[in-house]
């Protein structure tokens, strides 16, 4: 006769062996098709150790975006390229400093160190980057007079990238989002894909932010409203 320990071990195991599928099931449980596409945000190394505007474990996310991008036939990468002089440049404003905001005609701008300047070696996306299949490289913040967070639209809000139609042209229904900065050219790209009717992914330890005035909290959260879905990358059906 079994005892009350031979009894609990036993169904231990038999629990292990049912959770366990599952467990496995859900730590890679989305598996990208030729209707999803990977959206790898201003990897450049103005962004990164050593940038004007580094985020801080910037450079973190470069292999995660490398691992993930095997599984997706469709990726699109950005570049922030701006013009010298751009109006979000600190520099432009008299007695202005990098973070600090003033009004502008489509609303408020946070002022930044000159950043990514065309042509630069810091608009140069990461040379860490391996993504020899990616298809398309989005240019943005190259209208000298209003920047450009979202790889869809400008800060205008009307200003139209080309990115939704291309989208569309491909077929593609959900995208997934990575790169820099979570709470500025991430959470922009993602919640303007939302308003362009794609179901949107973020993918979150591909992401980095740079946390201002408490704006990663907010991004997130702006995010989660709009019906963003926030994933890790391990729930990325990769093949080996």
């Keep these: 006769m079994l005892d009350r320990r031979q009894v609990l071990a036993m169904l231990g195991t038999t629990a292990l ?7 496995l099931f859900a730590a890679a449980s989305i598996k990208p098709d030729e209707a999803s596409a990977l959206l790898v945000i201003d990897v450049q190394n103005c962004f990164l150790p050593g940038g004007s505007l580094a985020v801080k474990e910037g450079e973190q996310v470069v292999p995660v975006i490398n691992r993930i991008a095997k599984a997706f036939s469709n990726v ?14 600190a520099s432009v404003h008299s007695g202005k400093k990098p973070f600090e905001t003033i009004d502008l005609p ?7 160190p000159d950043h990514c300047v065309q042509g630069t070696d810091g608009a140069a996306l990461s040379k860490d980057l391996s993504i020899p299949h990616a298809e398309l490289i989005i240019r943005k913040g190259f209208h000298k007079d209003v920047d450009s ?10 200003t139209s990238t080309g990115l939704a139609g291309y989208l569309r042209g491909r077929k593609i229904k959900r995208v997934f989002v990575a790169g820099l900065a979570t709470d500025f050219c991430v959470a922009w790209t993602a919640l303007d894909a939302r308003k362009a009717s794609f179901e949107v992914y ?14 990663l909290a907010k991004a997130w959260a702006d995010m989660a409203k709009a019906g963003v879905k926030r994933i890790q990358s391990a729930e990325i059906a990769v093949s080996a």
Excluded: N
Aim: proline share 4%.
């Design 17 to 23: 062996a049912t959770l366990a599928p599952t467990a």
């Design 76 to 89: 699109v990468m950005t570049q922030d390229w701006h013009t010298p002089g751009h109006i979000s440049f």
């Design 106 to 112: 489509y609303g408020k701008q946070v002022l930044w």
């Design 149 to 158: 967070y979202s790889a869809f639209l400008e800060a205008d809000g009307k």
């Design 202 to 215: 973020v993918v979150e330890d591909a992401c980095r932010g740079i946390d201002t005035q408490g704006s």
